[in-house]
């Protein structure tokens, strides 16, 4: 079975470009989560959707941050206009159920991002 | 903020020997998982305990719970070089928020 899969892994961008992560969640997975991973704040969970809508973005760090979820097998997360404070590898995870529960989070491979 | 803390941060030992990692935590959880994190690679989550749960297995992992001390560890036996990983633990509070900790580097040196 496919796990999440995030694109792309790698993205380098100059300060002030528009930055799009992708995900898409596993099949059947009801909740998807968007987290970001630097070495000074460790992982922070930015976002998460159940039912494609937005449940709580209360760590959406500013306004140039965005996500969305047009359908269930698809995510995105843009940065627009991306700064280098912004650079860190960024993750998607999915779980079965609609809700952040004692369902377990796949995760995908991370999108690292550099900006310039 | 309620996040983990992980202690240590780092731990180096011989491949055979028992690796042992802590996490802290500041609120009433419902649960509390472990995850996994090898180099450039996703999380992988590893066991889950309840907080009405004071001891889970999982092959050579062992987990506890001690919600009156807010903290959980993580005991891996036996450790093999391929157990070289971050482990991280996570807490989804009462109030459904969900955390994760700093997380404890671990080599095991073959």
């Known amino acids: 079975d496919a796990g999440v899969i995030q694109s792309p892994r790698h993205e380098v961008t100059e300060m002030g470009q528009e930055v799009t992560l992708r995900c898409k969640p596993i099949?059947?997975?009801?909740?998807l989560f968007w987290y970001r991973q630097t070495m000074m704040r460790g992982l922070e969970l930015l976002i998460y959707?159940?039912?494609?809508?937005?449940?709580?973005d209360s760590g959406m760090p500013e306004d140039r941050f965005s996500a969305k979820m047009p359908n269930a097998s698809f995510s995105t997360l843009k940065i627009q206009p991306s700064e280098p404070r912004d650079s860190a590898v960024y993750f998607c995870?999915?779980?079965?159920?609609?809700?952040?529960?004692?369902?377990?989070?796949?995760f995908g491979d991370g999108t690292r991002l550099s900006i310039l | 903020s309620q996040q983990g803390e992980e202690d240590p941060q780092a731990l180096s030992i011989q491949e055979g020997e028992n690796a042992t990692m802590n996490c802290s935590y500041k609120?009433?959880?419902?649960?509390l998982q472990w995850y996994r994190q090898n180099s450039g690679r996703g999380l992988v989550h590893l066991i889950l305990?309840?907080?009405?749960?004071r001891e889970k297995h999982s092959g050579r992992l062992r987990v506890t719970l001690d919600t009156s001390k807010k903290s959980s560890s993580l005991l891996i036996t036996a450790s093999r070089a391929a157990d070289t990983a971050s482990y991280f633990c996570?807490?989804?509070?009462?109030?459904?928020?969900?955390?994760f900790g700093t997380g404890t580097s671990l080599t095991v040196i073959p």
């Open positions: 099949s059947g997975h009801n909740s």
């Open positions: 959707f159940n039912n494609n809508v937005p449940i709580d």
């Open positions: 995870a999915s779980t079965p159920q609609g809700q952040i529960s004692n369902q377990p989070q796949h």
């Open positions: 305990i309840r907080s009405n749960e």
């Open positions: 609120t009433s959880i419902n649960n």
């Open positions: 996570a807490t989804l509070t009462t109030g459904n928020q969900f955390y």
